[in-house]
């Protein structure tokens, strides 16, 4: 298994690099026009549903990526906890907010296309509801991972969530085929010869790649903002030199300082008194999405500077 | 074209939502450059 971790991380490395990442970006763009063509221009109208069908074109592309997204989620979450290295939960974080939009964008497109087909905008069939329950359990993994807890430990709870929850997603899939369902069952992923004609498949088939191009592209964007918003962390931790070893107050503040577009964040919990210890900014001090990380003090209650690095070294080995 | 309303309603939301989404990280990710190099430029 530890085996299989390096050539992942080489080829994430690669992937998420500036260049990978402005490579991915105008592939994503082109693939993504060429599918615009092939799917509202090229591909025939259906013979039953007319050409509301071609909706399918972006519907099950982003069924598609929900369900890739969540595996990456299971991969960067198992992969966190056999290695504890920081860049596999961001992979996980990163991986899970883009599959939220595209289940949600899933369950939106289902239900414009339902309309005009069942006539319904929503009905509580084993697909749409298991695909709902799969949102709320993403929804829940990102909002564990605001928790404001020790980075170490909101790293481990999510990865646990992060592969346990990847059990709905099998189910999400066969769901048409264990219970009596509206929804048609697959198309292309069954046994013998997809039921779609070549045409309406190609076209398929490429706004798939389109997106999932696009998908790689969110990712390694996403997972640079979480590299910066780490290292904005690490250093909001360190004490300034000038300030070290002779100003009370170091690295602290008491006020509002802001960081990572938070306000409140790395200065926080100043003490109004002397001596008195300054409590964690827990409210309002979040830096760069990570809650309720170590504020400074006010006058006279400075930690030490060891202390502080100590503790932005825990924050790196978390974060990667 | 039938359900025309449908269709542009469909590719709108996908388009709209998914730009949406990669100019915020766009965004986020200037404003946490910036704010790296502001904290670097400190030290």
């Given amino acids: ?320 | 074209m039938d359900n025309l309303a449908f269709i542009v309603a469909g590719y709108l939301i996908t388009f709209i939502s998914l730009a949406g989404y990669a100019f915020h990280l766009r965004g986020r990710a200037r404003r946490a450059s910036r704010r790296a190099a502001d904290l670097s430029a400190k030290r």
Wanted: without cysteine; charged residues 15%; glycine residues 14%.
């Fill in chain 1, 1 to 320: 298994m530890k085996g299989l971790i390096r050539p992942l991380e080489r080829l994430l490395g690669r992937l998420t690099s500036r260049r990978g990442e402005r490579w991915l970006g105008i592939g994503a763009l082109l693939a993504l026009a060429v599918s615009g063509v092939l799917s509202l221009a090229i591909a025939p109208p259906d013979a039953v549903q007319g050409n509301v069908q071609r909706l399918m074109y972006v519907h099950v592309p982003a069924a598609w990526l929900a369900y890739l997204s969540f595996t990456v989620v299971f991969i960067g979450s198992a992969a966190y906890l056999l290695t504890r290295r920081g860049h596999w939960d961001r992979l996980a974080a990163a991986s899970a907010e883009i599959g939220v939009l595209f289940t949600a964008l899933t369950i939106v497109l289902g239900s414009i296309w339902g309309y005009p087909t069942w006539g319904t905008w929503w009905t509580w069939d084993p697909r749409l509801t298991t695909t709902a329950i799969m949102l709320l359990i993403y929804a829940g993994y990102l909002a564990l991972r605001r928790l404001p807890e020790s980075p170490g430990r909101r790293a481990t709870w999510s990865a646990v969530l992060g592969v346990v929850g990847f059990v709905d997603i099998p189910i999400v899939h066969m769901s048409v085929v264990w219970w009596r369902s509206l929804h048609q069952p697959a198309t292309v992923i069954q046994p013998g010869q997809p039921s779609i004609a070549p045409i309406m498949l190609v076209a398929l088939l490429w706004a798939t790649l389109a997106f999932t191009v696009l998908y790689a592209y969110l990712l390694a964007l996403r997972m640079r903002v979480g590299r910066l918003e780490t290292k904005v962390i690490s250093a909001a931790f360190l004490p300034l030199p000038r300030e070290v070893g002779g100003v009370p107050g170091a690295a602290g503040g008491g006020g509002s300082r802001e960081v990572g577009g938070v306000p409140g964040a790395a200065g926080g919990g100043g003490s109004p008194r002397p001596g008195v210890p300054a409590k964690p900014a827990s409210r309002g001090g979040e830096v760069g999405g990570v809650p309720g990380v170590v504020g400074g003090g006010g006058p006279g209650s400075a930690p030490e500077p060891s202390e502080i690095e100590a503790h932005a070294a825990g924050v790196e080995a978390v974060h990667g």
